[in-house]
C-alpha cells in the first residue's frame, strides 16, 4: 500500500485583472457550499448583483497585494510544499479549490504515480466549515469517482484544538507579543449564521442559545463559531494573555444574509473609540497570508482603525511556511 499526500488551500485568480478576477469570482460563487441557494436563484445573484461590478474592485485589492511572484497565497503555499518535500518521504503536492493547480489535476497526477492506492487529503483551514472543508472533500471525492480512480481518501479532522497548532500559532506569533500592545483582535473569516444552523447534526444546538458554543455538543465537530473561539481559548492560555486584552470578530462578508457577529469592521472603530492605540491583529482562520489577511486587514483594517483614533495596527503574519509549522504538518502526515 502506497500513500501520497495532497494539501489543499482556498486558491486565487490567475492574475489581478478584470477578466482573471472574474472567472475566479464565478467558480468560488457558484460552488453550492458557498452561497448556499438552488442553482437557478445563486446563478441569478452571481451574475446580476456580483459579477457586474464586484471584479472591477477585488482586482483592484488584489493588484494592492500582488507580488513580482504572483498571489502571495498561492506563493506561499507553494513555498510550504517545497519544505515540507524535505520533510517527508511520500509523493506530496498542492492544490486550490479554486483556480489552478486544481484539485483535480493534481489528484490525477498523485494517483496515477506507480503503486499509489491512498491519498492522505489535508484541506488547510483549521475550523470546519462547509464552504472549506467539506468542499474541498467533495471536489476530491468527484475527481476520484468521475475519473474511476483506485485510490481510497484519507482526511483527517479539522486541527483547530491541536496542540501543535496552537504552539505554532504561539511561536509564529511571540516577536510581535514581545514587542508590547495595548489589545489583541482575533480576527477570523465570517460565515452567514445559516451555514452553522445547517452543518448542525442535532438541528437543536447552534446559535440556540447564548452559551451554545460553550455547552458540550456533538454539534461542536462541525461548528465553525465553537472551533475559532476554541483555538483563541487556547492560544491566549498559552500565551497568558488576560481576558481584558483580546477580542473576538469576524471579517469578509458578503451579501445580506445574517453573519456571525461582531463584524471585524465595527471592532476596529469601536476599539480605537475606547482609546487602543496599538493593536495586534491575528487571522487564526488562514495558514497562509492572502487576500483577506494582506488587503482586507493590513490595509483596509489599518486605515478603519486610524480614521477612527487608532495609531498602529500590526497584522501578525499567518504561519504560512514557518519552520515549526512545515515541521507539525509534516509530522502529521508520517503519523496518519
Known amino acids: 500500500m502506497t500513500r501520497a499526500v495532497l494539501l489543499a488551500n482556498l486558491g486565487s485568480p490567475d492574475q489581478p485583472d478584470v477578466p482573471s478576477v472574474r472567472r475566479y469570482l464565478n467558480q468560488f460563487l457558484m460552488d453550492p457550499y458557498v452561497i448556499q441557494l438552488p442553482w437557478l436563484l445563486r446563478r441569478m445573484i452571481v451574475s446580476l448583483f456580483v459579477l457586474p461590478a464586484r471584479p472591477k474592485r477585488s482586482a483592484h485589492a488584489y493588484q494592492s497585494i500582488w507580488t513580482p511572484e504572483g498571489s502571495p497565497l498561492v506563493t506561499l503555499s507553494m513555498q510550504l510544499l517545497e519544505k515540507l518535500k524535505k520533510e517527508v518521504s511520500l509523493p506530496v503536492s498542492m492544490a486550490m479549490r479554486y483556480g489552478k493547480p486544481s484539485i483535480e489535476s493534481e489528484l490525477l497526477q498523485l494517483a496515477r504515480q506507480p503503486g499509489v492506492d491512498e491519498i492522505l487529503f489535508l484541506p488547510l483551514y483549521p475550523h470546519y466549515a ?36 496552537i504552539r505554532n500559532l504561539v511561536t509564529s ?131 478603519s482603525f486610524k480614521e477612527a483614533g487608532g495609531e498602529t495596527l500590526t497584522l501578525v503574519p499567518c504561519l504560512n511556511a514557518h519552520p515549526d509549522w512545515v515541521h507539525t504538518v509534516g509530522q502529521w502526515i508520517t503519523a496518519a
Open 173 to 303: 506569533a511571540q516577536p510581535w507579543l514581545d514587542q508590547g500592545f495595548d489589545h489583541i483582535l482575533f480576527s477570523y473569516h465570517g460565515l452567514p449564521e445559516s451555514h452553522l444552523t445547517k452543518s448542525d447534526p442535532t438541528g437543536s444546538h447552534c446559535l440556540k442559545s447564548v452559551d451554545c458554543c460553550q455547552r458540550p455538543s456533538s454539534a461542536h465537530a462541525t461548528c465553525y463559531r465553537h472551533q475559532v473561539l476554541r483555538t483563541t481559548e487556547l492560544f491566549v492560555e498559552a500565551a497568558g494573555l488576560q481576558p481584558e486584552q483580546y477580542s473576538v470578530s469576524f471579517q469578509s462578508r458578503l451579501g445580506r444574509a445574517k453573519w456571525l457577529e461582531p463584524s471585524t469592521e465595527n471592532v476596529l472603530k469601536q476599539l480605537a473609540e475606547r482609546g487602543i492605540k496599538n493593536l495586534l491583529v491575528l487571522c487564526p482562520a488562514f495558514v497562509t497570508d492572502c487576500l483577506e489577511t494582506l488587503e482586507e486587514i493590513e490595509i483596509q483594517g489599518s486605515e
Open 130 to 165: 462547509d464552504s472549506t472543508v467539506l468542499t474541498s472533500i467533495k471536489e476530491a471525492e468527484r475527481v476520484i469517482a468521475h475519473h474511476g480512480l483506485s485510490v481510497k481518501l484519507l482526511v483527517p479532522k479539522p486541527f483547530y484544538d491541536k496542540p501543535d497548532y
